[in-house]
């Protein structure tokens, strides 16, 4: 069994949905974090994206169609958001490190929310979806 924060159980949910991507980890923020924790105000949701082959490492294009629907979330969530505070960020890095993708075989997403509406955003997800 996968423990996922309950605040962010629908968010990791509906991202697993899309194609040819999935959620590889999550935090949802802490009360009382520690140095490697996020506060509560703050969550993380990690995706991977495997290539289609070994021979070039790119990814399908139902894995950019996903990444490009959830990127067009995000920003439509900061257009519709009430709070100047909130926000939510895309970050993409290529996960080729020899030691834990010796092959270079996953590029990875991950995104960050701060004083974000996780609902709203997952409502927005869903229409995209």
């Known amino acids: 069994m996968i423990d996922i ?11 697993n949905k899309y194609p ?3 959620t590889t980890s999550s935090c949802g923020g802490h009360e009382k974090p520690d140095k490697f924790q996020l506060p509560v105000n703050m969550w993380t949701i990690s995706i991977g994206v ?6 070039d490492g790119s990814m399908t294009l139902k894995a950019w169609q996903s990444l490009g629907k959830i990127s067009h979330a995000a920003m439509e969530y900061l257009q519709e958001c009430d709070e100047d505070d909130s926000d939510i960020c895309i970050h993409f890095w ?10 270079g075989e996953c590029n990875a997403f991950e995104i960050e929310g701060t004083n974000a509406d996780i609902e709203l955003f997952c409502d927005i997800l869903e229409r995209y979806g």
Do not use: Q, Y
């Open 50 to 55: 495997p290539p289609r082959s070994k021979r």
């Open 20 to 22: 040819d991507i999935s």
């Open 5 to 15: 924060d309950e605040n962010v159980e629908r968010l990791v949910s509906i991202l």
């Open 94 to 103: 290529n996960a080729s490190d020899r030691e834990t993708d010796p092959d």
